[in-house]
Nanobody, 120 residues
């Protein structure tokens, strides 16, 4: 089993910054992808940014140039640095851990979510 613990959400004014953290614990497979998704009120959950253990990053166009995803592999932790925040970034942000193990299959785990509110 893999457990995720998120931190770093909160209230910030437009143009401000926040950093989200997510630490994974438990049965971590060396080849994995960790990242962030978000869900705004009345909308579907969407990908924000992911970063694989091999270093491949994927960010949604709306956050490119403003958000940065990074990982501290020794601590199994992923970070999302969010700069130049906009009111439309307001959402619950969920950490995700994904791996695929031979003969076992996929392990896909979600954090409980952390609320980010950007005021105008």
């Amino acid at each position: 089993q893999v457990q995720l613990v998120e931190s770093g959400g909160g209230l910030v004014q437009a143009g401000g910054s926040l950093r989200l953290s997510c630490a994974a614990a438990g049965s971590i497979f060396s080849i994995n992808t960790m990242g962030w998704y978000r869900q705004a009120p009345g909308k579907q959950r969407e990908l924000v940014a992911t970063l694989s253990s091999g270093g491949r990053a994927n960010l949604v166009d709306s956050v490119k140039g403003r958000f940065t995803i990074s990982r501290e592999f020794a601590k199994n932790t992923v970070y999302l640095q969010m700069n130049s925040l906009k009111p439309e970034d307001t959402a619950v942000y969920y950490c995700n851990y994904l791996d695929f193990r031979p003969n076992i299959g996929a392990t896909n785990v979600w954090g409980k979510g952390t609320l980010v509110t950007v005021s105008s």
